[in-house]
């Protein structure tokens, strides 16, 4: 199972209250801080491992941080990680 599938089941088995810090904890795995920090993690090496994986990846945490109301989260991570990968 990889990182990837983790999260979904992880997602799907969390309650509701419990996502949005879920998120945020993937979130920091992903994007570099104002200071010039990164969350080390499994989900910070499986985006690293292919462009494919973080699209993926990048891509659902998106969608996710979007619903649940991160809407600056999520704008920060399209700059950051998506914004070369989708274009």
């Known amino acids: 199972m990889d990182a990837f ?11 509701l209250y419990e996502r949005p810090g879920i998120l945020l904890g993937v979130y920091k795995q ?7 920090r ?9 985006a690293e491992s292919s462009d494919e994986n973080r ?6 945490v998106y969608e996710q941080l979007r619903r649940y109301g991160a809407d600056n989260s ?8 998506l914004k070369d990968l989708v274009e």
């Open 5 to 15: 599938e983790l999260l979904q089941k992880k997602m799907y088995r969390s309650k």
């Open 30 to 36: 992903l994007v570099v801080s104002g200071k010039g």
């Open 38 to 46: 990164q969350t080390n993690g499994e989900f910070r090496r499986y």
């Open 55 to 60: 699209k993926k990846l990048g891509m659902y």
């Open 74 to 81: 999520a704008q920060r991570l399209y700059e950051q990680v």
